[in-house]
């Protein structure tokens, strides 16, 4: 059988370093696949005028699979500043690439696995009853739709006029907005469609099943965002009627629910929302787990086509340090993501007991499992590099 081929998108800051020692550990753990670089992020768009250029995306419409690094994203006036002077005057605007990569490829499906390890001394604690201290085993997976709502992109500064006025026709815009002058106006929407709805309740509803979570919690805010919301919920409680009777659906609102995280996060398992309140959730989720060191994600079309990503960013900060100081294991997640779907199960168990053991001695921790600030002296004052973590996560292999 010839080797699969992985699409390797390092991206920007600490992106290579973190893809680079977890590509080292897939090998230590026996997964045989070729990698082929796909240039993404912010030199691109500084040299080409392009974050994505379509060369990557080609190499992915080809290969199916890709592991992601990070990203650097700049504000709009600051991106337009560090583009090549040849580029100034064409009118290019910056736009993320991997929000591109999501709605070219139509990646609406992301799953945000947080599961606390034994040992970690970033797990979250609480104050039991008797006054000692209690640790709850958190195991939640958030489903986010990745492709719509408030980051779908649809928005304007100063409208244009046939769209002012089409807003202008809705009673609450005329009421609260009809005297603001239009060049005073910025509008971003909030707008869910039935297909991909029931595609990201669908996912999350079958991955309860698979993995015996006995409920699936909608987290939105229907009381308010009468029609988005509403929409989602109305159609989860038909498809949990229909199709899922066994499985109970708990309906929590956003701001409720970021309030009940630190009160009992182990009643939750399965957790689905849309695209923001799905981001927001999901990094909730994550600081109880260790922060985003320990976050990994998946992204995934109805074409087959998956990228594997920490949710960390590119932290430019970390960078430069002669010597990375950076958590790998949220990447190194992520590429156990890859390698249930991709159907090598064996292997992901092999590499997340290895990590899991890691963790467990205590002899290897980074710098934010030791409760330091990111500095380049953290490595002189014992924490493991980001290079010794995957050395020693590969020993235990």
């Not at 064409?90 to 599961?115: E, M, N, W």
């Not at 390890?117 to 085993?137: K, S, V």
């Not at 026709?169 to 509008?187: A, L």
């Not at 009940?260 to 600081?287: C, H, Q, R």
Request: net charge negative; aromatic share 8%; charged share 25%.
């Amino acid at each position: 059988m010839s080797k699969r081929t992985i699409v390797a998108m390092p991206g920007d800051g600490i992106g290579k370093v973190v893809l680079d020692e977890t590509i080292k550990v897939l090998n230590a753990a026996g997964f045989e696949a070729d990698y082929v670089e796909g240039d993404i992020g912010w030199e691109f768009w500084r040299s080409e005028g392009n974050p994505l250029p379509q060369r990557t995306i080609d190499l992915l419409a080809k290969h199916k699979i890709a592991l992601f690094g990070a990203i650097t994203s700049k504000p709009k006036d600051e991106a337009f500043e560090e583009l090549a002077p040849e580029l100034k005057e064409k009118g290019l605007v910056y736009s993320s690439p991997i929000v591109g990569l999501r709605q070219h490829f139509g990646l609406d499906i992301c799953a945000r696995p947080t599961k606390s390890y034994n040992g970690n001394p970033l797990n979250f604690i609480r104050r039991g009853a008797d006054g000692g201290i209690e640790e709850p085993n958190v195991d939640a997976v958030i489903f986010r739709q990745n492709t719509e709502g408030l980051y779908g992109g649809v928005e304007w500064t100063d409208p244009e006029k046939q769209v002012y006025d089409a807003f202008m026709t809705h009673p609450k815009f005329k009421q609260n907005f009809g005297n603001v002058p239009k060049d005073e106006v910025s509008i971003s929407t909030r707008i869910f469609s039935k297909n991909a709805t029931e595609r990201i309740l669908r996912a999350a509803f079958e991955h309860a099943k698979e993995y015996n979570y006995p409920s699936v919690t909608l987290c939105e805010k229907p009381n308010v965002i009468r029609e988005t919301s509403g929409m989602m919920y109305k159609m989860a409680l038909k498809m949990q009627a229909a199709d899922y009777p066994n499985i109970d659906l708990w309906n929590t609102n956003i701001d409720a629910q970021m309030m009940w995280l630190t009160k009992n996060p182990e009643n939750y398992g399965v957790i689905v929302a849309g695209n923001m309140f799905g981001d927001i959730i999901s990094d909730g989720f994550a600081g109880l787990i260790g922060g985003l060191g320990f976050a990994c994600s998946a992204q995934m079309s109805s074409e087959g086509i998956a990228v594997f990503e920490p949710t960390h960013g590119s932290a430019p900060k970390y960078a430069d340090f002669e010597t990375s100081i950076v958590n790998p294991i949220a990447m190194v997640e992520s590429a156990c993501m890859m390698l249930d779907y991709i159907d090598e199960k064996e292997i992901s168990a092999k590499i997340r007991k290895a990590v899991a053991d890691v963790i467990s001695e205590g002899k290897v921790r980074t710098y934010d499992m030791m409760k330091m600030t990111g500095r380049p002296d953290v490595i002189e004052k014992g924490a493991a590099s980001t290079v010794e973590m995957a050395d020693a996560i590969i020993a235990k292999l």
